[in-house]
């Protein structure tokens, strides 16, 4: 049968729904064509012979998974419609954009197939109720959830590979972000496991210590602002000289988390290159007087604080011993 062969008076009587749908904000923001085709079968379905004022979009689920079940409130509120009789056809650009999950596919192809309701995507138009086409509307279904399945899978390997040659970085604290914004020098192989740098400029180096001046002032401004509001104001100079202990201790964290990332995937790019081979490795911290800058910081936030802190004492106490008249107060 052909698919205006399965329309009829009945389903234009009533709504032509289409589905809109991303996966994540992410999709939404990037995949902008994608939305653009989805928005665009309101055209396939004024072509199938519905008029514009029966058909309705229902995007209320964007960025949000088809997998996930009973937090689409726009695939919900659909579902409803097609129970109470509500709509005559379901335009969406391809089964996975309704649903990743079998059971609430199969639950809106039971619905619609009992109360007439056709689905439609970009190939075809597909009645439920007719054995032909709630086979291929089934395939869909399961070909669309283990799509799913293969592209976590495959997502997984990739990131669990990566690991494995100790390049993942994930979640990345001060000396990763140092490793990751430091730039590369190149090296070529030169054999018995060792490697000489290429054309080396010193401005490279300068950059990578730059960096992490860089980051361990911001670290320092973090650590001296919430130091002292929380801990100097109440227990004093003791506080102070534990933060300066941890500032200190912080930047030789971050220089050996940043500085072993990048050991590893040089020895691992070393040890799997032939001699004479070329590759790009993460540049060390070369000025030591960098490892400062986090405790420097930490302290010049510390000393502000307190500086602003007995300034204001001492206008409060100024303002005690003046009259309302501006003239200072003498004692009884």
Request: aromatic share 6%; hydrophobic share 45%.
């Amino acid at each position: 049968m052909s698919d205006s062969g399965k329309i009829t008076s009945s389903h234009l009587s009533r709504a032509a729904v289409i589905y809109v749908r991303q996966s994540t904000l992410a999709q939404l923001e990037r995949n902008t064509e994608s939305t653009a085709r989805q928005y665009d079968l309101v055209h396939r379905a004024r072509r199938l012979g519905w008029p514009r004022e029966a058909i309705r979009v229902i995007d209320g689920d964007l960025g949000i998974s088809g997998s996930v079940t009973g937090q689409r409130a726009g695939f919900e509120g659909m579902v409803a419609e097609v129970a109470l009789g509500q709509v005559g056809i379901i335009l969406a650009l391809e089964a996975s954009r309704l649903a990743r999950d079998n059971a609430a596919w199969y639950r809106l192809l039971d619905l619609a197939g009992v109360c007439d309701t056709l689905v439609a995507d970009a190939d075809g138009v597909y009645h439920p109720a007719l054995f032909g086409d709630r086979l291929l509307l089934g395939l869909m279904g399961i070909m669309s959830e283990a799509e799913l399945h293969v592209l976590r899978a495959r997502l997984t390997g990739g990131i669990r590979n990566k690991a494995a040659r100790g390049e993942l970085r994930r979640g990345l604290p001060a000396g990763l972000i140092w490793g990751e914004a430091a730039p590369r020098a190149l090296l070529q192989e030169i054999g018995r496991g060792e490697a000489e740098q290429v054309n080396a400029e010193t401005s490279a180096f300068i950059v990578a210590d730059a960096w992490f001046c860089l980051i361990g002032a911001v670290g320092g401004l973090v650590t001296g602002t919430l130091g002292y509001r929380f801990l100097v104001r109440r227990a004093g100079w003791v506080a102070a000289a534990g933060l300066m202990v941890g500032a200190v201790a912080a930047a030789l964290v971050a220089v050996w988390a940043g500085e072993r990332v990048g050991l590893g995937t040089y020895n691992h790019l070393l040890a799997s290159s032939a001699t004479g081979t070329y590759f790009n490795a993460s540049l060390g911290l070369g000025a030591k007087s960098a490892l400062a800058s986090w405790p420097l910081f930490t302290s010049a936030v510390i000393l502000l604080g307190e500086t602003g802190t007995r300034r204001s004492a001492g206008a409060r106490a100024a303002a005690d011993l003046t009259g309302p008249s501006g003239m200072r107060t003498s004692g009884p």
